[in-house]
């Protein structure tokens, strides 16, 4: 682990890993430090959605047309985790029919290319939509894997010479001679690592960040739960066509659909309630009645850290912002907070910006221009190799040859893609190993392969039961229906292993 | 036109470890007893390990007869007075009272060599060879066979080549293997024994194939009683007759069956066999026509899945209580369809046969 | 699309029970849990499937195994009519359908009356390939009184089409047959597929030939008897045990325990003749092994004839050679003191 570099950035979320890239691709000698695993805070707990930006074209342009702009520039450079389904609004029987006058104007200015059609084909494109459904806007919504995308950009800002690291908290910082010190955890011991300049980039977090050097941010954290059911119960994103509330929208994401989302103060660590879960649902059933007998498997909450000292809520701003702490005495000090997963490059490119300013050096940022990972677009002829290539696109080469010995059925994940990734210095836990393959992120949730990823790892018993114990969490809220079902089978199963798949904390 | 009808002393709704075993029960008190069963039953996706206590009266009973008729099915189990340490094919232990010289392990055993076979995902020699090493001081050598043969299609080749591997490549003198498709009970561990002259101890494995093969001793044993098991059947209603079950209509493939009997025997398990449903946040009778209760026991953390964990068929003096609130005199209900029977809060199957004996006594009391 | 599969808590009983992953392995075949229920999730990754989702036999050991009740054999189905899975085999009955109303070209008439009051439905196999058991079936059913027919015009029942996805094939079928049906008293047949289809799109309570050879015409109006001993094996067909039910082999079984002179020998095993579900066309190397194993298990269990209830049975287990095979209704029908 180096000692100096010129920035080291705290947070591995997409903002993080995006600047680390960033900087990396301008030469600049860039370390990143991240407490838990990549995207474990509001990147891995949000909608998976790219934002199209006709959502906020109406309450707040400024961010809708951020989305616009950025959202087609990932389309260009993030091929590798996005799927470019298109999305829809549409007005419930119950909604206000005329919002529809406000919102195609609103996208317009905005620069979103929205279509009004016909609510006939819009049941022709999505069959599940309510009979009663008065108005229909297609848009061009994508869905987008966040946990990948920021993979992607570790393993983008690595091949430019990044140092990035995760399971590596930062315990204490202080300034120093032409810089500051950082003292980061790793593998049970204390590294010290100097920098000319530290980027704050830890989200919800940053207040605490940014609380270590003696100084603040108006941070306030909104609570978003989101529901994840099996299958994907809609081909495009489906939006409600009325004032941003809850439960508006639908995201088929790969094999799974998530219905979000709440927003009520909170804090990091809170967790999605049964009560939420059921409002969502009772939402959602305005526009897709089917959803009732849809499968829930999870529900989790994200906190999202929204800038401004005031309320959170569906009033915040979701803009962002770069702050140079030099006006709070604090030279070399960079914070970014707020903001949206969409617009994730432009935030880093702004913060790069500002960065490379410190550094005295001036490199143009290239970031939209080139390709976060290469994109494989030949299909397979083989169903395990076809999922692991769209998964892990060109870097599925490295893989072979690989044992083809089921891992995760409802994934389709190899004991190949397992060993493969277990052996990975990113991969300490189960959960890395989860991210990484997607395996335990099915239906039965880990019922099964869970012994095979702890196989693959070399780890056993233990840390079996920690890792089920971390996933109970977002089992709890959608304990009906046939989830329970499943749950209670996997209870007899884990039992003749003497683990205990419901017991939480280490 | 109509099927003839079931006719039978004692009508048992389903056909895993539960039912069987009261039938069986039954059959011996010289009852004709027809059982129905429509699907795969927990029981064959189980270990096919069971914990009884000997101090058990019921326990005892059980064993003592079904032991002997699983020996004439050429399967020798014994049963121990103290829990014996299974070995599950992940690693970890498991205790039982069933033993028998094809899958005893015992933490005696020092020689001890982990055999997996490549393309059976049921037990990595590695993983299990760690976990053992973890909490015995004995760590026993992993080692992986690519077999040429098929064990199912060609059972004789795959045994001769993993018997000469076995005798001539592995040092160890104890093996522990995974669960292999047998034809009889025990065929192709006692003959992989007699090739390669090593002790053979087979993983306890769910899902796989102990639990299939308890499950056809199972069946053999009430078979060789006169009972008559009709498959591919479900029970869809019961004629009720003020507060007794007169009738009951089965489904055989497109079309219905009427059954008349003396006594019912519910015995079609909890949530995975599908004698109990989930409706909502609700566990409740798959036929819709009995109460469900609760009887909160410990046995995993989450109140809301223990409370789900121990709900079944609410039952007044072992007779099943109706929705309307009444029991029916001849309706008995017997293994983890009752309330407080399921798994993860007991011991298994033993609970749940030894449940089953008991239940057997109550219907003979109704006739 | 919502998923009737939502009900799968990944017992494995399924994939534990299908013939065609038994026999050919998990590397070959993945099952129906990976076919049915986890791959029809994936939006562009199944497209990969199409050549093995033609394997399954759809004989429904998987569905009749399940716990959770899944529909597995139409999921599998309509895994295929989404993967654009239609073999030339698929065009060819579509033609012939809207050419002759049959799914085979017929080939010849059954010699029956044209009026009565139970039905007999040859069915498209039936009539085309199997015709000699069907007439032996009809024979068998006028020798004992009844007054049986096979009227003039009838369409197939609807069934293959279905299965292809043609659903207003099936429909325009259906109409061509709802006057006939409606009008007989009973309606009988030899293909189990024909009996459940005719069930469930007409309404009709079309009876199996064994069902109606046991429950209305009895086993002992039937007056069998075998001129010399013979011992037979019984194969169950998936379609008829699983759809139209498994009291089917229990009269089968029945009915041959009635005769005397024949012995009815166990087999050591279970399973599909391979037949079913567009294997024999699409597969036919499949089709063959499977058959090969029943033929196999009859041969050790020293039968000298394999019977089976079955035209799709018998036309496969046939192709493997080594015991010889007989559809069932004909051979009680050679049994048969009425025609001696």
């Not at chain 1, 979320?13 to 838990?36: H, K, N, Q, S, Y």
């Not at chain 2, 032991?67 to 050429?74: P, S």
């Not at chain 2, 599908?274 to 009778?285: H, S, T």
């Not at chain 3, 229990?250 to 005397?260: F, G, I, K, Q």
Request: proline share 5%; with cysteine.
């Amino acid at each position: 682990m180096r000692s100096r570099v010129e920035a080291l950035i705290i947070g591995g979320g997409a903002t993080g890993t995006g600047i680390a890239r960033d900087l990396a691709m301008r030469g600049a000698e860039v370390m990143l430090v991240e407490a838990g695993d990549f995207a474990a805070g509001a990147t891995g707990a949000n909608h998976g959605m790219l934002h199209s930006g006709a959502r906020y074209a109406v309450t707040d342009p400024v961010s809708a047309r951020e989305c616009a702009e950025e959202g087609a520039v990932l389309k260009r450079i993030a091929r590798f985790c996005i799927e470019d389904t298109g999305g829809l609004f549409v007005s419930a029987s119950r909604d206000d029919a005329e919002y529809v006058d406000r919102f195609l104007p609103a996208c317009g200015r905005a620069g979103i290319r929205a279509e009004e059609i016909d609510t006939r084909e819009a049941r022709e494109i999505e069959p599940c939509l309510d009979a009663g459904i008065k108005a229909a806007v297609k848009v061009p919504d994508a869905s987008i894997d966040p946990f990948f995308l920021a993979l992607g950009n570790v393993s983008s800002a690595r091949r430019h010479g990044a140092t990035v690291l995760n399971h590596s908290p930062v315990r204490r910082i202080r300034r120093i001679d032409g810089g500051f010190e950082a003292v980061i955890g790793r593998g049970g011991r204390e590294r010290r690592v100097a920098a000319d300049v530290v980027i704050n980039a830890a989200g919800a977090w940053a207040g605490e960040v940014a609380a270590m050097l003696g100084v603040s941010i108006p941070l306030c954290i909104d609570k978003g739960t989101l529901v994840v059911f099996n299958g994907r119960l809609v081909n495009r994103l489906v939006n409600r066509l009325r004032p941003p509330s809850d439960g508006d929208i639908l995201v088929p994401h790969r094999t799974a659909t998530i219905l979000g989302t709440t927003s009520s103060a909170g804090a990091a660590g809170d967790r999605a309630t049964s009560a939420e879960v059921e409002r969502l649902i009772a939402e959602a059933e305005a526009v897709l009645p089917g959803i009732k007998e849809a499968r829930a498997v999870r529900a989790y909450a994200g906190a999202r850290p929204l800038l401004g000292g005031g309320s959170a809520g569906r009033g915040a701003s979701r803009t962002f912002q770069v702050i140079d702490h030099a006006c709070d005495g604090v030279d070399g000090l960079i914070s970014v907070a707020g903001g949206k997963l969409t617009t994730f490059r432009l935030m880093a490119e702004r913060t790069s910006d500002a960065v490379m300013e410190k550094l005295g050096r001036a490199a143009s940022c290239r970031t939209a221009d080139e390709e976060i990972e290469p994109f494989d677009d030949a299909p397979s002829s083989d169903f395990d190799l076809e999922a692991m290539r769209y998964r892990h696109g060109a870097s599925t080469a490295a893989l072979s040859p690989f044992s083809t010995v089921p891992g995760c059925g409802c994934e389709a994940v190899t004991r190949g893609e397992m060993e493969h990734y277990a052996s990975s210095p990113d991969v300490s836990d189960i959960g890395d190993l989860m991210r990484r393959t997607r395996a335990g992120m099915g239906y039965c949730q880990a019922g099964l392969c869970a012994v095979n990823m702890a196989s693959a790892m070399d780890q056993g018993a233990r840390e079996l039961q920690r890792y089920y114990g971390e996933r109970w969490r977002g089992v709890e809220p959608v304990l009906f229906g046939e989830q329970l079902r499943q749950e209670m089978f996997k209870a007899h199963l884990l039992k003749a292993y003497g683990i205990d798949h419901t017991e939480e904390g280490r | 036109m109509s099927l003839p009808d079931v006719d039978a002393d004692v009508l048992v709704a389903g056909g895993g470890a539960a039912g069987l075993t009261a039938a069986t029960r039954l059959a011996l008190d010289g009852r004709s007893v027809t059982v129905i069963s429509s699907a795969t039953p927990a029981t064959a996706l189980s270990t096919g390990r069971m914990l009884l206590d000997p101090e058990q009266l019921e326990a005892v009973e059980w064993a003592s007869f079904f032991l002997a008729q699983f020996r004439r099915q050429g399967a020798y189990y014994v049963m121990s007075k103290r829990p014996v340490n299974a070995l599950t094919n992940f690693g970890t232990a498991m205790k039982q009272s069933l033993t028998s010289p094809l899958f005893d392990w015992t933490t005696r055993d020092r020689d001890v060599a982990v055999v997996g076979l490549v393309g059976n995902g049921d037990l990595d020699p590695d993983l299990v060879s760690r976990e053992i090493g973890r909490s015995h001081r004995v760590r026993p050598r992993p080692y992986w066979f690519s077999p040429s043969f098929s064990p199912e299609l060609d059972r004789d080749r795959f045994a001769e080549e993993l018997g000469s591997v076995l005798m001539n490549d592995v040092a160890e003198s104890t093996i522990v293997l995974p669960p292999l498709p047998q034809r009889s009970p025990y065929d192709l561990l006692a003959e992989l024994r007699k090739r390669s002259g090593k002790r053979i101890v087979e993983a306890a494995t769910p899902l796989s194939w102990p639990g299939r093969r308890f499950q056809a001793l199972m069946e053999g044993t009430a078979a060789r009683l006169g009972v008559t098991v009709l498959k591919d059947r479900r029970l869809m209603s019961l004629d009720i007759d003020g507060r007794e079950a007169a009738g009951a209509l089965l489904s055989s493939g497109g079309r219905t069956q009427k059954a008349r009997f003396n006594a019912l025997v519910l015995a079609t398990g909890g949530v995975p066999s599908g004698g109990l449903d989930v409706e909502g946040r609700n566990v409740i009778d798959s036929l819709r026509l009995f109460k469900t209760s609760s009887a909160p026991s410990p046995g995993v953390a989450s109140h809301r899945l223990r409370s789900a964990l121990s709900t079944g068929i609410a039952t007044r003096k072992g007779k099943a209580v109706t929705l309307q609130g009444g029991s029916l005199r001849n309706v008995v209900v017997a293994g983890s369809l009752a309330r407080g029977m399921s798994y993860p809060l007991g011991r298994g199957l033993g609970d749940v046969v030894v449940h089953a004996w008991k239940a057997a006594l109550a219907v003979e009391e109704v006739l | 699309m919502l998923h009737p599969e939502n009900r799968c808590i990944k017992c494995g009983a399924c994939q534990s029970v299908c013939p065609v992953l038994r026999l050919e392995g998990r590397e070959t075949f993945p099952g129906p849990r990976r076919l049915a229920v986890e791959a029809s999730r994936f939006s562009r990754e199944s497209s990969t499937l199409s050549s093995l989702l033609e394997m399954c036999t759809s004989c429904a050991q998987c569905e009749s195994a399940c716990p959770s009740r899944l529909p597995l054999t139409d999921a599998v189905m309509l895994m295929r009519v989404r993967h654009g899975a239609r073999s030339e085999g698929g065009d060819r009955m579509l033609r012939n359908s809207r050419q002759f109303g049959r799914t085979i070209a017929p080939v010849s008439r059954m010699r029956a009356p044209s009026e009565g009051s139970t039905l007999f439905f040859p069915g498209c196999v039936g009539e085309a390939r199997t015709a000699s058991s069907v007439q032996a079936a009809i024979d068998l059913l006028l020798s004992t009184g009844d007054r049986t027919y096979v009227p003039d015009r009838w369409s197939c029942c609807g069934s293959p089409l279905e299965k292809i996805g043609e659903r207003r094939e099936a429909e325009r079928l259906r109409s061509i047959n709802a006057p006939l049906l409606e009008a007989a008293e009973a309606v009988v047949t030899a293909c189990p597929g024909c009996a459940v289809q005719l069930r469930r799109s007409n309404g009709v309570e079309a009876l199996h030939v064994l069902e109606y050879l046991y429950e209305s015409i009895t086993p002992a109006r039937l007056r069998l008897r075998s001129s010399r001993l013979l011992t037979v094996a019984l194969h169950s067909p998936c379609h008829l045990l699983r759809t139209v039910g498994p009291h089917t082999i229990d009269y089968a079984r029945e009915l041959l325990a009635s005769v005397p002179g024949l012995r009815v020998v166990d087999m050591d095993d279970e399973g599909c003749c391979g037949g079913g579900g567009g294997v024999a066309s699409a597969r036919p190397d499949l089709a063959l092994r499977m058959a090969r194993r029943r033929v196999d298990s009859a041969a050790r269990a020293g039968a000298e004839v394999l019977l089976a209830p079955c035209p799709f049975c018998v036309v496969n287990l046939g192709r493997a050679g080594g015991v010889e095979v007989r559809e069932l209704t004909s051979f009680l029908a050679s049994l048969s003191e009425s025609r001696s």
